[in-house]
């Protein structure tokens, strides 16, 4: 039996480094589980060219543990400047069964590569057509943080945990396995991830709020979704109006300190501010923000931010 587990984009981070520990035990465990024989990493191990020591000590424990041999790609991307001048090199010095490798061919049966082909529908810097990848049987791509199948033969397989708010509509992260590689027998398995931290956003509107992820969608008291999901939850609160905004953000202060990641983003125009303090359409728009500030009991924090927005 000749297992392969293929996975990526770690993006560890000094401020994740719980999470990413929880994912890389979770990958020896599916390792043990499956008697995997061979794991190939797509790259973008770190998220910076000059790992800390922390961040590198997560990685080099889970490279220690591992006791077969690693296929480890050195992107030209957050980790390296080239395959020449990468912090990922020095993996390979720390044990024999370790190759650094600007991508992996395998004959024209696999290749693992990091980058985007032009052709995925979530595209954000694509700069290969997937015809030029037409020869090989499979193509499993890091870079892209979110799974995408694109027919025939291409995975861009995503990252293992939610690194941006732009993956908040993934279901999951996961790891691709290759079952009896080259055998009769041989077939392909996506397992989500269990140690991921969930990314949600919560949107409100009139104090209520949306809170999505994935598909759902449940419209119900902002304080009450927050108040009810984990402090593992990566969390944006997303203001679709003004008056929500001035309503409700000296009450967001209390769960800043809850959530593992927590943001907040205005999505709504400065000429809505103006529009709630106007009371004739002939004042302009920065009288009518001033009038309106005056008139409302709005903190001074508040109103500096504002004012600042408007100029």
Request: aromatic residues 10%; proline residues 1%; negative net charge.
């Amino acid at each position: 039996m000749s297992n392969i587990l293929i996975t990526g984009d770690f993006h560890i981070k000094d401020q994740d480094l719980e999470e990413c520990t929880l994912i890389l035990h979770e990958l020896i465990e599916l390792k043990n589980k499956y008697h995997v024989v061979k794991m190939i990493i797509t790259g973008d191990t770190f998220d910076r060219v000059s790992p800390s020591s922390q961040e590198l000590d997560c990685f080099s424990k889970f490279v220690k543990e591992i006791d077969i041999p690693i296929i480890l790609l050195s992107a030209n991307s957050h980790e390296s400047t080239s395959i020449e001048e990468s912090v990922i090199n020095h993996f390979g010095i720390l044990k024999e069964n370790i190759t650094v490798v600007k991508e992996y061919i395998d004959d024209n049966y696999l290749f693992v590569g990091h980058f985007i082909v032009n052709e995925s529908k979530k595209n954000y810097g694509g700069s290969v057509p997937k015809k030029t990848l037409d020869k090989y049987k499979y193509v499993v791509l890091g870079h892209g943080h979110s799974y995408e199948l694109i027919p025939r033969n291409i995975c861009q397989l995503g990252s293992v945990r939610y690194v941006d708010f732009a993956e908040v509509n993934d279901k999951a992260k996961k790891v691709l396995l290759i079952e009896n590689y080259k055998e009769e027998n041989e077939k392909c398995q996506f397992i989500a991830l269990n140690s991921s931290y969930a990314m949600r956003d919560v949107i409100i509107e009139q104090k209520v709020a949306t809170a999505r992820s994935g598909e759902k969608s449940e419209e119900q008291k902002w304080q009450d979704v927050l108040n009810s999901l984990s402090e593992k939850t990566k969390i944006r609160v997303i203001f679709k109006d003004f008056y929500s905004y001035i309503n409700s953000i000296n009450e967001l202060e209390q769960y800043k300190s809850k959530f593992v990641l927590f943001q907040i983003k205005k999505d709504f125009a400065i000429s809505d501010i103006a529009l709630a303090g106007a009371k004739s359409q002939t004042i302009n728009l920065k009288d009518s923000l001033l009038a309106y500030l005056k008139a409302s009991k709005i903190s001074d924090e508040i109103k500096s931010i504002l004012l600042e927005e408007i100029k």
